[in-house]
């Protein structure tokens, strides 16, 4: 598995998780509603607030956690796409030349 599959699963999770508590604070707020302790617009209010806040702070986590990955793969050695495109474009020249010198040479 290659570290974007990883890192994609990881964050899926995330979603996941995020998706179960705003069904969980759905629930509690209509349950609330029923029992006559807040009326629909304060439990609309308060679910949107807080998976405000709960979205606001899972951005923060994931870039959190996309630079301690950029960070332990850099100290891995392994290296970036950047990196590895420009080595391919490098090589595809190299293979190029030598292409051009090797037909110089049989004519």
Known sequence: M??????????MVGVGTTSLVAEKLRQVSEQWVKEGKINS?????????LMNQINAEQ?????????????MLQDLGVPR????DELRGRIDRLERQVRDL?????R
């Open 81 to 84: 796409q950047s990196e590895l």
């Open 102 to 106: 090797e037909n110089r040479l049989w």
């Open 59 to 71: 951005g923060g986590w994931q870039k959190q956690l996309e630079r301690q990955m950029r960070n």
């Open 2 to 11: 290659d570290n974007n599959d990883w890192l994609r699963q990881l964050l």
């Open 41 to 49: 617009d304060q439990a609309r209010a308060f679910v949107d607030d």
